[in-house]
């Protein structure tokens, strides 16, 4: 760390100077530009102009060397932001293989097939970064939740709730991938509205969590579904469920206002009693997992609101 001190010229513009070595190291010289970013406490980041040129904008993979695992590494891909994909073969691709990409494409928001023959494949990534908000992520996924929520009260239409787990699942892989690129990208950390990069295992797990909740409703439902159940007395644990993850969403939207007030330990154990007196211990199960996550999340928020409540005290 280095200390310089601000200079006052003409009394009227202030100038702070730059040290050589970062200079030197990114190349800079006299009238290159650099990026200024300010974030929520205050502080500034400075970014050479020329480092999205060192950005990775285009990879290309040989499949072969991947066979049962290329879904997972086209999604690491996906999380870092490259846009520019070529899977190849030496030989012809066989059909399962082709299936597993066009399988996890299906969950990579903003991407689609640009060429395609039996040896290789390009994706071309199409999305703007700079226009995604991980909280309106989220709101999304909660309005999701909401919609499956209802199904189960009014049916369950199974094939509605497996096309809302379907979408939760494009927008939880589309949150990694921003939470991950604002790590490495001062300009996704601001567009995306995270800002600070305290709040990135935070962001991540509580959009892990949701994804979780959100699988455990669409089993909810199949159960039901398949043993011709009705909700009894699951309906009130479930708009139990429903409210509070509404709760959760409004104190994000609003950027973490004040200190989140989570569940009391009473009740948290009266929800507990009386998931644990459902006769039904497949359906008790399930909706012990939710009220879990929905915990988790909340735990989350306390962690993300205590950190805005020391950036606006200039304490991070």
């Given amino acids: 760390m280095e200390r310089r001190k601000i200079q006052l010229i003409a009394n009227s513009t202030y100038t702070l100077s730059l040290p050589k070595y970062w200079i030197k190291e990114n190349n800079l010289k006299e009238k290159d530009e650099i990026m200024i970013y300010e974030q929520n406490n205050k502080s500034l980041v400075l970014s050479p102009d020329n480092i999205k040129e060192k950005d990775i904008n285009e990879i290309s993979l040989k499949v072969d060397e991947y066979p049962e695992n290329i879904d997972r590494i086209l999604f690491s891909i996906y999380y870092l932001g490259i846009e520019n994909i070529t899977l190849y073969s030496d030989k012809k691709m066989t059909k399962e293989m082709k299936a597993e990409i066009r399988k996890a494409l299906s969950n990579m928001s903003g991407t689609e097939i640009n060429y395609e023959d039996e040896k290789k494949i390009i994706i071309k990534g199409l999305l703007d970064k700079s226009r995604i908000d991980i909280h309106q992520i989220i709101y999304r996924i909660t309005m999701i939740i909401d919609l499956s929520i209802q199904n189960i009260f009014e049916g369950p239409e199974l094939k509605e709730i497996r096309l809302n787990e379907d979408e939760i699942d494009r927008l939880y892989h589309l949150a990694t991938k921003v939470i991950s690129m604002s790590l490495i990208n001062s300009e996704t950390l601001n567009s995306s509205k995270i800002k600070n990069t305290s709040f990135v295992p935070s962001y991540f797990l509580i959009c892990k969590k949701l994804e979780s909740l959100a699988d455990n409703i669409n089993h909810f439902a199949q159960h039901i579904k398949k043993n011709k159940q009705k909700t009894g007395k699951t309906k ?17 939207l609003k950027e973490f206002p004040e200190i989140f007030k989570k ?13 644990f007196e459902i006769k039904d211990k497949i359906l008790s199960d399930y909706l012990r997992d939710m ?4 915990i988790d999340i909340e735990d989350e928020l306390i962690t993300c609101s205590f950190y805005n409540k020391m950036i606006k005290q200039g304490k991070l």
């Fill in 291 to 294: 009220l879990k996550y929905l």
């Fill in 263 to 275: 569940l009391s330990e009473k009740e948290r154990k009266s929800k507990k009693n009386e998931i």
């Fill in 236 to 252: 009130e644990i479930l708009e139990f469920i429903r409210n509070e993850t509404d709760r959760t969403t409004k104190h994000i």
